[in-house]
Every structure is written in structure tokens, then in C-alpha cells.
């Protein structure tokens, strides 16, 4: 090691988030595609003149329930030698974080909550998701020395996956990943079938009858793992989602009666 070089041994907490990471790499593919966000842009304005709080994180994760529900034979979670058809659409979302993986809050039934609903929950359960994975890191390193080598943690991992509780309550049955720093954003690491990830929503040139309008979009990507999805089932799945956004169906869903 060179003068002034610094090492440390990872913690055991952190050897088994490298395990898992390993094993969330399936073979993936995306596509993407771009959605006009200016009926999402609207609907938060309006919202906010009337006291509503919603995000455009919330309309991401809601139009992604939406269209999970709109399309259930894409709705799938295999396990194991299993494929299950879950009864109601569970979306992870990822928060922010320190560490190398970002913990993940499950919006439980995402596809029967209302916007409004779902804004306050993506609002309210931050802090307690978060303290949440600090025990769980913890507890990891006090007791992580359990499986010592990288094969053991992996095949404790590959038997958990296996049940379909244990993969509903780490990742649901779908996952959001939304990072609104960067102009797109793509991981081919993800722990079920599908990730739908976006970047930030800004004022871009798009083509509108032959002539370039500037227009509020968003770079939306669907990460999948080719041994479910194919192709097809992505870009049916990422216009599904695009019609969600660029509709007036959201609207429909505020508490509001007249502007």
C-alpha cells in the first residue's frame, strides 16, 4: 500500500449487501421512452393553489400501479419454480440514503390508493424507512459473522427469495427508482421483474407537427429481467405508464371540486 493510503475490512453488514446485490443482477434489458409531463406539471399546480401536496414522484409511482393493473399478465413475480400473480400491485420505492443501497419504502395496494394517498405516504414514512434499515444494518453487523463466506450469505439469500412474502415485503411486486438530479437514470440491479426508474422532469425541444415546442418531459426506463418480460411486454408496460402521465385521469383523483 502507498504512503498516506488508507484500508479497512468491510463490515459484515456491508459483506451482505454485496451478497445480495450479486444476486439482483439478472439478465436484464431496458427501454426507454419519453413522456410529456405537462398534464402532471398542471395537476401539481393545481394541487398546490388548493393545499394538496403531490409530487411528481407520487404520479410516477401511481401510474405505475395503474398500469400494472391496466396489464396483469405483466403483473408477475416468479419465486424460485413459481410464477404468482399478485392480487394488488406493491411498489417499492427507494429512499435516500448513505450507504451503497438505498433502503426501499413498499406502498402496499398502490393500484387502490387514490394520488393524494399515496404523495402523503411517499411523505410521511421516509424517516421511519430509514431508521428501519439503521437496525437492520446494525443488527447485520453484530450478527453477520453467522455466514462468513460470500456462498453461505447467498444461499441464505437465494432461499428467501424464494418466498413470496419475504420478496413482497423487501422489493414488492414492482419497483420505482426516481433520482431527480440527473436528466435520465438506468440500473440493471433490481429484485424483481421489473424496475421503472426517471430522472428529473425539465423543459425540453420536442417535435410537435414538424415544428420543435419547448415541453415539460421526463426520461422514463424500464430495467427488466428477460427471463419474464420480453420487448414487447416493456414498451407495452412504459406506454401504459405514458398514458397515465400524459392523461387527465390523476386529475380525476384530487380532492378538488373547482378551481
Not at 203 to 220: D, I
Not at 244 to 254: Q, R, T
Amino acid at each position: 500500500m502507498a504512503k498516506g493510503e488508507e484500508s479497512r475490512r468491510l463490515d459484515w453488514a456491508e459483506r451482505w449487501v454485496r451478497s445480495g446485490l450479486e444476486l439482483s443482477r439478472p439478465p436484464a434489458f431496458f427501454e426507454t421512452l419519453q413522456a410529456d409531463m405537462s398534464e402532471s406539471r398542471a395537476l401539481v399546480e393545481r394541487a398546490r393553489r388548493h393545499g394538496v401536496r403531490v409530487t411528481y414522484a407520487a404520479i410516477l409511482v401511481r401510474a405505475a400501479a395503474l398500469a400494472l393493473e391496466a396489464n396483469p399478465d405483466l403483473h408477475v413475480v416468479v419465486c424460485g419454480g413459481r410464477v404468482h400473480s399478485p392480487a394488488q400491485v406493491d411498489i417499492a420505492v427507494s429512499v435516500a440514503a448513505e450507504g451503497a443501497l438505498a433502503p426501499v419504502m413498499v406502498l402496499e395496494g398502490a393500484n387502490l390508493k387514490k394520488l393524494p394517498e399515496v404523495a402523503a405516504e411517499l411523505a410521511g414514512r421516509v424517516e421511519a424507512v430509514q431508521k428501519a434499515d439503521a437496525r437492520t444494518m446494525e443488527s447485520l453487523r453484530k450478527r453477520g459473522w453467522a455466514a462468513p463466506f460470500g456462498g453461505m450469505r447467498k444461499a441464505v439469500l437465494r432461499g428467501l427469495y424464494r418466498s413470496p412474502a419475504f420478496r413482497r415485503k423487501s422489493a414488492g411486486t414492482f419497483q420505482v427508482s426516481i433520482v431527480p438530479a440527473v436528466d435520465q437514470f438506468i440500473t440493471p440491479v433490481f429484485g424483481g421483474t421489473a424496475v421503472l426508474t426517471a430522472g428529473r422532469v425539465a423543459e425540453r425541444a420536442v417535435a410537435e407537427n414538424g415544428a420543435a415546442v419547448v415541453r415539460p418531459t421526463v426520461h422514463l426506463a424500464c430495467c427488466a429481467d428477460h427471463r419474464v418480460w420480453n420487448g414487447a411486454a416493456a414498451g407495452t408496460f412504459l406506454r401504459a405508464v405514458q398514458e397515465v402521465l400524459e392523461g387527465a385521469a390523476l386529475g380525476a383523483e384530487l380532492p378538488i371540486t373547482n378551481d
